[in-house]
């Protein structure tokens, strides 16, 4: 009877074990993703403010977003003018 009590006590304290090594282990894979998260969360954050920063920012009334997309197209007439203008000489 004595061995029985014996085999219980020590199977008792390996699952305490068990259960403590597996709180660790939770408690260690909470604390690592916590660390990965950090720096994608604060890079999130500062790419908002940046965006948030930027839609604000306007010049003589127009966003930086019409600003931009003006440009492009005069770059765009430019280009297509300087092509233009090759072809006529290529035929002088």
Request: glycine letters at 4%; proline letters at 1%.
């Amino acid at each position: 009877m004595s061995s029985e009590k014996g085999r219980v006590s020590l199977c008792s304290s390996r699952l305490v074990h068990l259960v403590s090594v597996q709180e660790a282990y939770h408690e260690m894979l909470v604390k690592f993703r916590e660390e990965l998260t950090r720096p994608l969360q604060e890079a999130m954050e500062f790419m908002r403010r940046v965006e948030s920063q930027l839609s604000s920012l306007s010049i003589s009334g127009r966003s930086l977003r019409n600003i931009l997309s003006s440009g492009i197209e005069i770059v765009g007439c430019l280009l297509l003018l300087l092509i233009f203008l090759s072809a006529v000489l290529v035929l002088v």
